[in-house]
């Protein structure tokens, strides 16, 4: 069945490094692929998304590159910092109204 | 707008007692969502509804769970019996048409 592969599990970086969350997916259909970040026990948020029209999409210090060839999808932070600590979650539309997530990557921002 | 409601925010109860979950979706929004989260299977998709109507039940685990929408503010999922490992974070989330899903706070359920 379809399914949306998250890397990696765990990322730790020095604060003010950059962060690299890859993740693929396996259905050629998608066409949506958001990004969500959730803080300890609170809900997930969307943060940032893309659309299979384009190839890169910015948003201050996030970006997300998407290829569709290779079906595959990153989010990059420049510059973090403490606050970006969570866990961030990719997700892939399967069919029009519905999106699949991966499992997860544990960001942690170190001093 | 409040976003989406959740109740109870957290739920502690026995092994074997029925337990409901209730969601208040974003006014205006069409599609409904039931997520279940845990450490070891992370996010997964119970059920959905748009406008109402539910469209794909695959994710419900087993049939002690049931999911209703009797209008386009209230949802409900139910678990009869409860069973320790139904403990998990219950999460709601609305979205308008898009894929742009808003989550609700979440119900923390316990079960001993």
């Known amino acids: 069945g379809e399914n949306v592969e998250q890397h990696p599990s765990t990322l730790s970086v020095q604060e003010g490094d950059s962060a690299v969350i890859k993740c693929t997916y396996s259905?050629?259909?998608?066409?949506?692929f958001p990004w969500y970040k959730q803080e300890l026990g609170k809900r997930p948020q969307l943060i940032i998304d893309i659309r299979s029209n384009v190839g890169e999409k910015k948003d201050q210090r996030i970006a997300v590159t998407l290829n569709k060839t290779a079906k595959h999808f990153s989010l990059h932070i420049t510059e973090t910092q403490p606050e970006d600590s969570a866990v961030y979650f990719c997700?892939?539309?399967?069919?029009?109204?519905?999106?699949?997530f991966g499992k997860g990557t544990r960001l942690h921002i170190l001093p | 707008d409040a976003g989406v409601i959740q109740s109870p925010r957290h739920e502690v109860t026995e092994m074997g007692q029925e337990v409901t979950l209730r969601c208040k979706p974003i006014?205006?929004?069409?599609?409904l969502f039931w997520y279940r989260q845990t450490m070891m299977r992370g996010l997964e998709l119970l059920i959905y509804f748009n406008n109402n109507v539910p469209i794909d039940d695959s994710g419900m685990p087993e049939d002690r769970f049931s999911a209703k929408m009797p209008n386009a503010s209230f949802s409900t999922l139910k678990i009869q019996p409860s069973e320790p490992r139904d403990s998990a974070v219950y999460f709601c989330a609305s979205s308008f048409i898009t894929y742009e899903q808003y989550f609700g706070p979440g119900t923390r359920l316990t079960v001993t």
């Open positions: 997700a892939a539309s399967i069919r029009d109204d519905k999106i699949i």
């Open positions: 259905d050629s259909a998608s066409n949506y």
């Open positions: 006014s205006g929004h069409d599609y």
